[in-house]
């Protein structure tokens, strides 16, 4: 393998063969592709993009560098994946709900990046539940509740995880291609046999427009299918928390409310439309509204309730969880309001100012070493388009010490917009891809 030569290669715009990126991959994962090579590689492929069917050949390498799951089950093997955003807790809800639908997942998520909440973080927040599991146990769990949500094991797409360090110091982060192989690599690596992507946009995602998302949530979706995983995506708007709630325990609260059928708001209409696609490209529904009603269906007769409590008590959670689940989730020792200055309505949220206020207290990480506070964060966020009086409570504040409320505070008020007239509000879903 010329690492030399594949640079090179790049950075002329001159297509490669699979075997090529297979090579890469392979000397990202065992180190014989140097640091140096690795970022002048990224570097390359952020200013040239990969030709032909390089993104493709790309994501199957850096698939196939390390460990590959496959299943036997009764059922198809199915997942989804978000590209961040805050209060954004749908995997808790989609999960056991596509579980209690007949399909298999196998979810393996992430925690905290940047101003965003971690899948893994949330469910952390559940006492003595574990996600970092041994493959036979995972099997299991999948097997017997249907659902699993853990973290990777250091031999998946160890070649995604050298070069995702690499992109991060080298100012590369921002190539749709390195993003569509990232993401993909990872979950094409469970065994997948269908995956529906939420690509979020607005203040409070990464992509910032829903052109900019449109055009990750389109590579994403050809590249998964072309390594012959059915994938479809919605584009969805971020420009406002989706659940109430920013933080860990706080949002696995929500997700309870939807899961037990007393909240009907945006999170459940989202982890109904996000499902409806996946169970109908799974051939469990006849089409996207058959499958949407279905989502609905087992989060209003407890069935998804009932795969998610199994779910938690099989990786060491409360085994009375979904019944107890106020009892057992962590509270701050602080509550303070954020009461409006003004009378008006809420026009704008900086969505991204207000999940670092949520690290902040605590709730996320600065370093790697970090410890996370699962109780702190914000709760009752009010919507865009509320009319509020002087003196209202925008939202509440949950922290471990009074200076860090007032120090939160200072922040999300800046970060909260109240206007005399109201605005258009965005639509929740903006597209609709495969």
């Not at 298999?104 to 909440?117: D, E, I």
């Not at 829903?210 to 389109?218: F, G, I, R, S, V």
Request: aromatic content about 2%.
């Amino acid at each position: 393998m010329d690492a030399r030569r594949i640079i090179a290669a790049i950075r002329d715009r001159r297509p490669l063969v699979k075997a090529d990126y297979t090579s890469f991959a392979n000397g990202l994962a065992d180190g014989s592709v140097s640091d140096s090579q690795a970022g002048a590689f990224a570097m390359a492929v952020l200013l040239n993009g990969l030709q032909g069917q390089g993104r493709v050949a790309l994501t199957e390498a850096m698939r196939d560098s390390g460990q590959t799951l496959g299943w036997a089950l009764p059922g198809p093997v199915i997942d989804k994946h978000s590209t961040g955003g805050v209060g954004d807790c749908v995997s808790l809800v989609l999960a056991p709900a596509l579980a209690a639908c007949g399909a298999y997942v196998p979810m393996v998520s992430g925690r905290g990046l940047g101003h965003t909440g971690g899948t893994l973080d949330k469910i952390e927040a559940i006492p003595g539940l574990r996600t970092t599991l041994d493959e036979g146990r995972f099997r299991q769990i999948v097997g017997q509740a249907g659902c699993a949500i853990v973290s990777a094991s250091g031999d998946v797409a160890p070649a995604d995880r050298r070069l995702y360090a690499i992109r991060d110091v080298t100012g590369t982060v921002e190539s749709i291609d390195l993003i569509t192989a990232s993401i993909l690599s990872k979950k094409l690596a469970a065994g997948l046999e269908g995956l529906v992507l939420d690509v979020k946009c607005g203040s409070g995602a990464f992509m910032k427009t829903p052109q900019a998302a449109q055009e990750l949530a389109q590579a994403l979706v050809e590249t998964a299918n072309a390594a012959g995983c059915r994938t479809s995506a919605l584009v969805t708007d971020m420009n406002q928390p989706l659940a109430p709630a920013l933080g860990n325990a706080l949002e696995v609260a929500e997700a309870m409310r939807v899961l037990t059928g007393q909240s009907f708001g945006a999170l459940a209409g989202l982890s109904a439309a996000l499902g409806g696609m996946a169970l109908a490209g799974a051939g469990l529904a006849e089409d996207v509204d058959a499958g949407a009603e279905a989502i609905r269906a087992a989060l209003q007769n407890g069935s998804a309730a009932e795969r998610f409590g199994s779910m938690v008590a099989a990786m060491g959670g409360p085994v009375r969880f979904v019944e107890e689940w106020a009892h057992f989730l962590p509270e701050a020792t602080v509550i303070r309001e954020l009461k409006a200055e003004r009378a008006g309505v809420v026009t704008a949220m900086d969505g991204e100012a207000m999940g670092l206020a949520v690290i902040g207290l605590g709730g996320g990480r600065q370093v790697e070493t970090d410890t996370v506070d699962p109780s702190v964060g914000l709760s009752d966020v009010l919507p865009l388009g509320a009319r509020v009086e002087k003196g209202d409570a925008l939202l509440r504040i949950h922290a471990a010490r009074v200076d860090h409320a007032q120090r939160a505070a200072l922040a999300l008020r800046a970060a909260i917009t109240i206007s005399d007239d109201a605005v258009p509000l965005p639509p929740l879903v903006h597209a609709e891809l495969g």
